[in-house]
Nanobody, 123 residues
């Protein structure tokens, strides 16, 4: 079992930046590839980015490529999502999640989830 807690969300103007964090506890964080997803009101949960256990490989959705960067610090048991050049369409609840292999893009392939953090981008 892995417990995940996101933080760092908030309200930002278009063009601004935020860095989300996901703190893990429980079983060894470094065992798991990790991912970020987001869900806007009335929409399905959407894949954002994923990273392998060591941090050496990442995969990012086309919708955020070049603007968002996923990273991890296994010594701190923490996953990050650096979000730059934010757009109003990035407004959503952002979730971190742990999976068993890399890369995995579907929510059903993830084992453990955080509670989410709200990101709101104003125009």
């Amino acid at each position: 079992q892995v417990q995940l807690v996101e933080s760092g969300g908030g309200l930002v103007q278009a063009g601004g930046s935020l860095r989300l964090s996901c703190a893990a506890s429980g079983r060894t964080f470094s065992m798991y590839p990790m991912g970020w997803f987001r869900q806007a009101p009335g929409k399905e949960r959407e894949f954002v980015a994923t990273i392998n256990w060591s941090g050496s490989n990442t995969y990012t959705a086309d919708s955020v490529k070049g603007r968002f960067t996923i990273s991890r610090d296994n010594a701190k048991d923490t996953l990050y999502l650096q979000m730059n050049s934010l757009k109003p369409e990035d407004t959503a609840v952002y979730y971190c999640a742990a999976t068993s292999s890399f890369p995995r893009l579907r929510p059903t392939e993830y084992l453990y989830w955080g509670q989410g953090t709200q990101v709101t981008v104003s125009s």
